[in-house]
C-alpha cells in the first residue's frame, strides 16, 4: 500500500527515504527495498527514479561522495555483494548486477551494464533456457573495476572481467577479458588500442613523487593522491612493485594505535610514529602486485623491494 501511495504521491517517499537513510540525499521515487546490508558514506546522491534491489544476503556499500544518476538499477542479487569506491559517477540508466568491486573515482556513462551474472543456454540445451537458469544456474564470476576507470555510453562489462586502474572504455564497448592497467579499449569484443600511461612498476615509491602515485594502486583514499606526503588506506590495500632477485619488501608506514598489517602469512604491528616494516617475500609472490591485508586505519609514505 506505500508504495501504490508513494507512486501517486512522490514526496511520502522523499519523506520516507530522508528519515529512513539519515544523511543520504535522495531525489524522487527512488526505491530502496529489501533485507540486504546497506551502508553508505557521505555525500551521497541518488537521483529521481533510481532503485536499490537489497535482496536477501546480499550487500550494496557505497563510498563517500558517490552520484548514483537518474533511473539507475544497482541489484547484488542473493548473496551478491556491490562495492561503489569514493568520488565515482554512475551516471543514468546504468544496470549494476551480482557480486561487482568499482575502485574510487570511476565514472560511468549512461546507460553501461554490468553484470557477475548470465544465462544457461547450453548446459541442457534441449531444454529452453528458462529451465536450464533453474536446473543448472551459471555460478556467479565477480568483476573487478579498479580505480579512475572511464565507461562510455552503452558498454557492457561480462561476468568475470578485472579492469585494471585507470582503464578508458569506448562507448557501445563489451568487455569480455582482463585489461591491465592505463589502457583505452573499444570494440566488441572489446581491444586495446592505445595506452593511457606507460604502467612501469618500479623497485621503490614514494608518496611525495607526483608520477608514483599509479603503483599506491588500490585501496588508498578516494582522492587517488597523497595526503601530505603520504598515501592514507583504511582497509586492504595493494602496491605494484618490481625487481629481480627481490627477497623482502619495505614499508615507511604509520597507523592508529592497535593496527596491524599482514603480507605473506606475516602479520606485524603498525608503529603510531613513522617507521619500516619489512616482510619477506616468497617463491610464490605474484610481483607486481603486492596485496597487504589491513585491520585498522594507516599511513604509508613509501615502499620498495630488497
Known amino acids: 500500500m506505500s508504495s501504490y501511495i508513494e507512486k501517486i504521491i512522490p514526496a511520502v517517499g522523499l519523506i520516507r527515504n530522508a528519515a529512513r537513510y539519515r544523511g543520504l540525499h535522495c531525489g ?16 551521497v546522491r541518488v537521483g529521481e527514479g533510481a532503485r536499490l534491489d537489497l535482496s536477501k544476503d546480499s550487500a550494496l556499500e557505497i563510498g563517500d561522495e558517490v552520484s548514483i544518476s537518474r533511473s539507475v538499477h544497482l541489484a547484488p542479487g542473493p548473496g551478491g555483494h556491490i562495492l561503489i569506491g569514493g568520488r565515482s559517477a554512475i ?3 546504468c544496470r549494476i548486477y ?3 568491486t568499482i575502485g574510487p573515482r570511476c565514472v560511468f556513462a549512461p546507460n553501461v551494464f554490468v553484470s557477475s551474472g548470465t544465462h544457461v543456454f547450453d548446459a541442457l540445451p534441449h531444454l529452453p533456457i528458462q529451465e536450464q537458469d533453474r536446473l543448472a544456474p551459471a555460478a556467479s564470476r565477480p568483476i573487478q573495476v579498479f580505480g579512475d576507470c572511464w565507461f562510455g555510453i552503452n558498454s557492457v562489462v561480462m561476468p568475470g572481467s578485472k579492469i585494471g586502474r ?7 564497448s563489451v568487455v569480455t577479458a582482463d585489461l591491465p592497467p592505463f589502457n583505452v579499449a573499444v ?3 572489446a581491444k586495446i588500442v592505445r595506452e593511457r600511461l606507460s604502467f612501469s612498476p618500479k623497485s621503490r615509491i ?6 608514483d602515485a599509479p603503483y599506491f594502486y588500490d585501496g588508498f583514499d ?3 593522491a597523497p595526503t601530505g606526503n ?3 588506506a583504511n582497509s586492504d590495500f595493494i602496491l605494484a612493485l618490481q625487481k629481480e632477485a627481490s627477497q623482502s619488501v619495505r614499508l615507511c608506514l604509520s597507523g592508529n594505535r592497535e593496527t596491524m598489517v599482514t603480507f605473506g602469512g606475516h602479520r606485524l604491528q603498525v608503529p603510531q610514529s613513522w617507521n619500516v616494516l619489512e616482510f619477506p617475500l616468497h617463491k610464490n609472490t605474484s610481483l607486481p602486485f603486492l596485496k597487504f591485508q589491513v585491520e585498522g586505519r594507516c599511513m604509508v609514505q613509501w615502499a620498495e623491494l630488497i
Open 222 to 224: 578516494a582522492s587517488l
Open 206 to 211: 614514494t608518496a611525495g613523487e607526483e608520477k
Open 28 to 43: 524522487l521515487r527512488v526505491e530502496i527495498q529489501g533485507p540486504g546490508r546497506f551502508k553508505y558514506g557521505s555525500g
Open 98 to 100: 551480482g557480486d561487482v
Open 187 to 189: 570494440g566488441n569484443p
Open 166 to 172: 585507470g582503464c578508458v572504455i569506448g562507448a557501445n
Open 230 to 232: 603520504a598515501f592514507t
Open 91 to 93: 551516471q543514468d540508466d
